[in-house]
C-alpha cells in the first residue's frame, strides 16, 4: 500500500471519528438524562428542604411548649400568693395586675403553639410525598444510564478502535504529507483526497485531462485534480 493510499484510508478515518463524535454529542439519551439528572437534583432539594423546615417546626414546638410550663409554673405561684390572704391593696392590685400579664402571654403562646402544629402536621404530610417523587426520578435516573451506558459504550468502543486505525496510519505516513492534508482538510470539508475511477475525479466528477494522466504516471504521488485541486489517488 502506497503512502498515498494510507492518506486516504486516513482521511476516511478522520471522518468516520468526526461523525461519531458527533454523534455521541447529540446521543438522545444523554440529553435526555441531563434533564431527568436535573430533575432528580431539585426533587432532593425539595426533600432536604422540608426535612429542615420539620426540624424546625419542632424545634420551636419543643421551646413554645417549655415557655408554656414556664409561664403556666408562674401563673400557678401567683394564684398561690393572691389567695394566701394578707396583702395590702397595692400588693393585691400588683399581683394582679401580674396575673392578667401572664394570662396573654399564655394565650399568645398556646396561638403560636397551635399554629406550629398545623405546620407540622403539613409537613408531615408533604415529606412522603417530596421523598417519593425523589425515589422515583432516581430510579428512572438508574434505569436511563443503564441502558444509556450500553449505547455509549458501543460507540465509544467503535471510536477507540478508529483512532487506533488513525494512529497506525499516521506512522506511515510522512511528515510533509501530513502536514499538506491538514491544512488543506477545512478547504475541502474533510476531504482534500479524492480517488480516480475510470479517469474520473471523484472530487468533483469532473473527468482528468490527458496532462494530468500523465502526471500521474510521472509522479503518482502529487497530482492534483485541475478542476477542484483535490491530491489524486489512484486505485489500488
Ligand atoms: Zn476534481
Known sequence: MTELQNLYRLQQ???QVEQLQ??????????????????????????TEAENRLKDCKKKIRRLEFDLQQVE??????????????????????LEKKAGTLKRE?????????????????????????????????GKLLALQ??????????KSRLA???????????????TLLAEY??????????????????????CRVVISFTVKRSLQQSPDNTYCENCGRLLVPRE
Do not use: W
Open 13 to 15: 478515518a478522520d471522518l
Open 22 to 47: 458527533k454523534e455521541l454529542k447529540s446521543l438522545p439519551v444523554i440529553a435526555a438524562f441531563q434533564q431527568l439528572q436535573n430533575e432528580a437534583v431539585a426533587a432532593k432539594k425539595a426533600v
Open 73 to 94: 409554673a408562674e401563673q400557678k405561684n401567683i394564684q398561690a400568693e393572691l389567695y394566701g390572704g394578707g396583702h395590702k391593696a397595692k400588693e393585691l392590685a400588683s
Open 106 to 138: 399564655q394565650a399568645g403562646l398556646e396561638e403560636k403553639l397551635l399554629a406550629a402544629m398545623d405546620t407540622k402536621e403539613a409537613l408531615e404530610q408533604e415529606l412522603p410525598e417530596v421523598r417519593k417523587k425523589y425515589k422515583k426520578l432516581y
Open 146 to 155: 443503564k441502558s444509556g451506558n450500553a449505547e455509549i459504550h458501543e460507540l
Open 161 to 175: 478502535r478508529l483512532q487506533e486505525e488513525q494512529e497506525t496510519l499516521k506512522a506511515q505516513i510522512s511528515e
Open 182 to 203: 491538514r491544512k488543506r482538510r477545512a478547504q475541502y470539508r474533510g476531504k482534500p483526497l479524492a480517488y480516480i475511477e475510470n479517469d474520473i475525479c471523484c472530487g
